[in-house]
């Protein structure tokens, strides 16, 4: 178990981490993508109930 979060650790000192300005560039990336697909199956499901609602 101590040779194996031995190797993590030496592995992770490996990993090239983002900046700061990345890190923020990604986050609002991923912020704005989760948004507009919400939004946009917000509006198919809205759409559907509709035409679901005018054939009744």
Known sequence: MIKFLKEV???MKKVSWP???????YTITVIATVAFVSIFFFL?????????????
């Open 9 to 11: 650790s030496r592995e």
């Open 19 to 25: 900046k700061s300005r990345e890190l923020t560039s």
């Open 44 to 56: 198919v499901d809205l759409g559907i109930t509709q035409i679901i609602e005018l054939i009744r």
